[in-house]
């Protein structure tokens, strides 16, 4: 069983809607929780990044980490096309950085 | 604005050469990463350096040693390519810290081994 466990889509929604991106972890350990998005031929960036649980909230982007039930998610809201890529989860467990990724879900936005 | 830079984004090689990928930043980070990326599979950590000449093991070392003379560069080397280590390989770099755990990745090279 993988560490980190990511639905890898393809995930196919209309311009406008919102999306739930989830993952799913095993090890309770992890403290630091992000979301990268990686356009195609491109590396990921960061896209969001939450310490422990709870919401966080970034213009169109919502975090949420519930580490009772190891689980992550990433709201996108009024999707746009621009917004279509491969969101990867990520954790770790202190500030060394070590990240360990999901396998990440690739979105398509529709116009 | 931050950089790390791969030397290149495409790169053939045969079975059994030895392969040097290379990777700059310049942001001045302490820590730096070598991921391999396959469909399915997500990242997955191959080595990293939290300074200079200092190296431990990822999650799939084998195959691949590593070389941080400098700060700013990290060098990933496939010892004997194989077609298994067909992949895209990101570096990524990132400060030390605690807290601070945004990672800036490379724009990645697409190796074939043939």
């Known amino acids: 069983q993988k560490e980190v466990e990511q639905d890898p889509g393809p995930l196919s929604v209309p311009e406008g809607a919102i999306v739930s991106l989830n993952c799913t972890y095993s090890?309770?350990?992890?403290?630091?929780f992000m979301w990268y998005r990686q356009y195609s031929r491109k590396g990921p960036e960061l896209l969001m990044y939450?310490?422990?649980?709870g919401n966080k909230e970034d213009g169109r982007f919502t975090a949420q980490v519930d580490k009772s039930s190891k689980y992550i998610s990433l709201f996108i809201r009024d999707s746009q096309p621009s917004d279509s890529a491969t969101y990867l989860c990520?954790?770790?467990?202190?500030?060394?950085?070590?990240?360990?990724f999901g396998g990440g879900t690739r979105l398509m936005v529709k116009p | 604005d931050v950089k790390v830079t791969q030397s290149s984004r495409y790169l053939v090689k045969r079975t059994g050469e030895k392969v040097f990928l290379e990777c700059v930043q310049d942001?001045?980070?302490?820590?730096m990463f070598w991921y391999r990326q396959d469909p399915g599979l997500g990242l997955r950590l191959i080595y990293f350096?939290?300074?200079?000449?200092?190296?431990e093991k990822g999650d799939i070392p084998e195959g691949y040693s590593v070389s941080r003379e400098k700060k700013e560069r990290f060098s990933l080397i496939l010892e004997s390519a194989s077609t298994n280590q067909t992949s895209m390989y990101l570096c990524?770099?990132?400060?030390?810290?605690?807290?601070?755990?945004?990672?800036?990745f490379g724009q990645g090279t697409r190796l074939t081994v043939v």
């Open positions: 350096s939290y300074d200079v000449k200092m190296k």
């Open positions: 939450t310490y422990s649980s």
């Open positions: 942001m001045d980070h302490e820590n």
């Open positions: 090890n309770s350990a992890f403290q630091y």
């Open positions: 990524a770099s990132s400060p030390a810290g605690e807290g601070n755990t945004e990672a800036f």
């Open positions: 990520a954790m770790s467990y202190n500030a060394g950085n070590m990240l360990t």
